[in-house]
């Protein structure tokens, strides 16, 4: 069982930052990865970001490369998400997750499949 709690997110205008975070609770250590996705209305759940707990590799989808920063502290079981230069295309609801460990080392957490747990959600609202 994990148990994700996130928290952050907001509303911010274009080429603005937010932060977001997940503090994790449970059987962290049966998960070897943790993601980021989002889901904007009428649009699929989608993966932001993935990054490995053991080794600290780091992927990200294309649309945020560069943008984006997905950060794991080990002492806090918190994962973050750090946005720079947000647009307006960035706006969704973020969801952290708990992809399977299979899961953890396929492409299969780019279109949000293979997730174990979710978190609630967060809002990130991008204003143009």
């Known amino acids: 069982q994990l148990h994700l709690v996130e928290s952050g997110g907001g509303s911010v205008e274009a080429g603005g930052s937010l932060r977001v975070a997940c503090q994790l609770f449970?059987?962290?250590?049966?998960?070897?990865?943790m993601g980021w996705f989002r889901q904007a209305p009428g649009k699929e759940r989608e993966g932001v970001a993935l990054i490995n707990r053991y080794d600290g590799a780091t992927y990200y989808a294309d649309s945020v490369k560069g943008r984006f920063t997905i950060f794991y502290n080990n002492v806090k079981s918190t994962v973050y998400l750090q946005m720079n230069n947000l647009k307006p295309e960035d706006a969704a609801m973020y969801y952290c997750?708990?992809?399977?460990?299979?899961?953890?080392?396929?492409?299969?957490?780019?279109?949000?499949?293979?997730?174990?747990?979710w978190g609630q959600g967060t809002q990130v609202t991008v204003s143009s």
């Open positions: 997750g708990a992809p399977g460990k299979y899961d953890c080392y396929s492409e299969s957490w780019r279109h949000a499949s293979g997730v174990d747990y």
């Open positions: 449970g059987q962290i250590d049966a998960f070897d990865c």
